[in-house]
Every structure is written in structure tokens, then in C-alpha cells.
T-cell receptor
Framework: DTGVSQDPRHKITKRGQNVTFRCDPI?????LYWYRQTLGQGPEFLTY????????KSRLLSDRFSAERPKGSFSTLEIQRTEQGDSAMYLC????????????FGPGTRLLVL | AQSVTQLGSHVSVSEGALVLLRCNYS??????LFWYVQYPNQGLQLLLK??????LVKGINGFEAEFKKSETSFHLTKPSAHMSDAAEYFC?????????????FGTGTLLAVQP
């Protein structure tokens, strides 16, 4: 069990640029979540995949955000035309489901938009 | 809708003292409750979870939490604080049973442990 991995760990970009983050879940975990965490706040849900299907998106996920999980394995989160307000830690979590479901988090990608 | 409230954004204790971090929840259905810990520049690590099997839940690193339905609380405790406990702690609720078990987090409590 290698845990959830995320790449890159840090990203600095200029306003207006596009960025893409990758998440590799624990193998055989069919559920994958993306959360965003700003300074001084708890993580906020962005979107959820079960296998390759994106089943829920938060209202926080504007049209500039898109997420994919091709083949139900790794996932990518892309932000187009970044804004300074996008600066945050982006966390990925995976799980096997169940009740209750235990989500295992990756180390996160910290994004700074200048 | 589910929500959690963590009272006290900062808590400071002396090494060896009792740790008490407060969490109150709101849920329209029987909740699943979690405590996660986050060390600087790291992701979240699960400390413990409430599954309705027992109201007193024991977790890792000597932490435990008690589910009190009448008080809608799920406070986290540790009898004796250690310097390595200094971190941010998040309480979270998940409704469960639906299409998504997304977690709703509180705003966190930063625990400082003084020597």
C-alpha cells in the first residue's frame, strides 16, 4: 500500500495561466475525491468520482475547473485562466466505499497564483 | 444538511496535560463522524471515526472521542499531551448512505504543546 500520491507538491504560476494537478489513488480504490483547503480553513469538497464517472461537483467548481479520471485510475484537476483566489492547497482522497467510508488523503498540491 | 463546528481555533496545553478539542455536529440523519490530524505542509491523517458501534472511540496516538447524541458532540481527548501532538485537528461529518460520502469539515483547531 503506497498511499495516495499527488504531483506536483508545489506549483507557482502567474495569473491567467493554466495548471494541471495529478492524483494517484491507492490501488483498487474505486472512489476518488478532490478537496480545496485555503489558509485557516478546513478542506472543502470539490468533486467526486466513482470509477471513471464524475458523480458530483460542488458549486465551488467554476467553469474554469475540470476534473477527469480516465479508466478509473489516476485523476487530473485542471484550472484554466488561474486567478489569485485559486491559491490554495488541493487535496485528493481515495476510498473503497463502505459505511462508514474512510477516505485516505494525499499530501496535497499547494498552488500559488501570482 | 450536515455541518460541524469546532470551538476554539487555537488551543495551547502544557506537555503532559489533558488535551480537549471540541466538535459539535448538525445532521439530519445519523452521522458518521471523523477526526483528522494535519501536520504542516502535509495531507490529512485519520485519527479515529465514529461508526455507531460504540460511543467511545479509540484512535491512534492515544486519542479518543466520545459521541454524545444528546449534546450533538464528538469531542477529542488525550490524557497526556506530547510535543509531537502539535498539529491542526479537523472534525468532519459524512452523511453516508448516498451517492457520495463527501466529508464536511470544521474550520480546524491548531493545537500547541508547551514544554
Amino acid at each position: 500500500d503506497t498511499g495516495v500520491s499527488q504531483d506536483p507538491r508545489h506549483k507557482i504560476t502567474k495569473r491567467g495561466q493554466n495548471v494541471t494537478f495529478r492524483c494517484d489513488p491507492i490501488s483498487e480504490h474505486n472512489r476518488l475525491y478532490w478537496y480545496r483547503q485555503t489558509l485557516g480553513q478546513g478542506p472543502e469538497f470539490l468533486t467526486y468520482f466513482q470509477n471513471e464517472a464524475q458523480l458530483e461537483k460542488s458549486r465551488l467548481l467554476s467553469d474554469r475547473f475540470s476534473a477527469e479520471r480516465p479508466k478509473g485510475s489516476f485523476s487530473t484537476l485542471e484550472i484554466q485562466r488561474t486567478e489569485q483566489g485559486d491559491s490554495a492547497m488541493y487535496l485528493c482522497a481515495s476510498s473503497l466505499g463502505g459505511a462508514p467510508e474512510t477516505q485516505y488523503f494525499g499530501p496535497g498540491t499547494r498552488l500559488l497564483v501570482l | 444538511a450536515q455541518s460541524v463546528t469546532q470551538l476554539g481555533s487555537h488551543v495551547s496545553v502544557s506537555e503532559g496535560a489533558l488535551v480537549l478539542l471540541r466538535c459539535n455536529y448538525s445532521s439530519s440523519v445519523p452521522p458518521y463522524l471523523f477526526w483528522y490530524v494535519q501536520y504542516p505542509n502535509q495531507g490529512l491523517q485519520l485519527l479515529l471515526k465514529y461508526t455507531s458501534a460504540a460511543t467511545l472511540v479509540k484512535g491512534i496516538n492515544g486519542f479518543e472521542a466520545e459521541f454524545k447524541k444528546s449534546e450533538t458532540s464528538f469531542h477529542l481527548t488525550k490524557p497526556s499531551a506530547h510535543m509531537s501532538d502539535a498539529a491542526e485537528y479537523f472534525c468532519a461529518v459524512s452523511a453516508g448512505g448516498g451517492a457520495t460520502n463527501k466529508l464536511i469539515f470544521g474550520t480546524g483547531t491548531l493545537l500547541a504543546v508547551q514544554p
